[in-house]
């Protein structure tokens, strides 16, 4: 019985977070049932006081652990993958989840999300990201009471969607400051605040000013909207005022 007991208590899922500056929240969930990455994604907008969670951290900064009882082994079984941007943290990551004598996977390389010239681009709207505040926080009670504070009753369906799902990353191509810019910013915004109802961070690019990023992403006429997170990469090219459309873009698999 004790070891029952023992194999229960062991099975987590355990979900870290880094900045590019170095700070880090986690979880160990027993329940394996919680904690996603949009969580910590809002710890961390609370803890720097961020414009938005973000989301664009995912899933290039994070690392993931699984453990669970293997009834045809009949022996716990532990898989830890963590992306290259944040390998040199696997000592520190082992000790916080307690993994000994577990080999880290490195996780595979995701251009759109892991691309550090793409996440630098953000570094003006988040500069606290980049800054090393020397922070290492378990999301616990605390913080769980905290983040459910943020919606009043009525917004429960908005908060069960923002926590259980990780959320998108958007790229919208444009050129030049002008009316019809303005325009198109206007109707996205809108559109993204009133009908998506999951998270998403939306970069805009000007490629008058950065061409480099057009190439990259294989963009040749404005506006262009860009699914980059979750994969697959999907694209809408010219006009953008068809709703049904442009959320079928951002939400089918």
Partial sequence: MAGTTRVVSDLFKGIALFTPGGDLVYCRDNNKQVHWHSQLCLVLQELL???????????????????????????????????????????????????????????????QACNPVIIETYRPHFPQLWENHELLIRLDERW?????????????????????????????????????????LKKIH???????????????????????????HHVSATPTLLRVWPQPVRRIVGELSDVSRVLQLITTN
Wanted: glycine letters at 4%; charged letters at 30%.
């Fill in 49 to 111: 006081k961020l414009p938005e969670p973000p989301h664009f951290l995912v899933p290039g900064y994070t690392a993931t652990v699984d453990r669970w009882f293997c009834t045809r082994e009949k022996r716990i079984k532990t898989v830890a993958e963590l992306y290259p941007a944040v390998y040199r943290y696997e000592p520190l990551l082992s000790v916080l989840f307690d993994l000994e004598d577990v080999v880290w996977k490195k996780a595979d390389w995701q251009e």
């Fill in 190 to 216: 809108h559109l993204l605040e009133t009908q998506l109802n999951y998270p998403y961070t939306l970069k805009v690019i000007d490629i008058s000013k950065h061409p480099e990023m057009a190439e990259t």
């Fill in 144 to 184: 769980e009471k905290e983040l459910k504070n943020q919606f009043r009753p009525v917004d429960k369906q908005k908060k069960d969607d923002l926590l259980g799902h990780q959320g998108y990353i958007l790229r919208l191509f444009v050129s030049g400051n002008n009316p019809s810019t303005k325009h198109t």
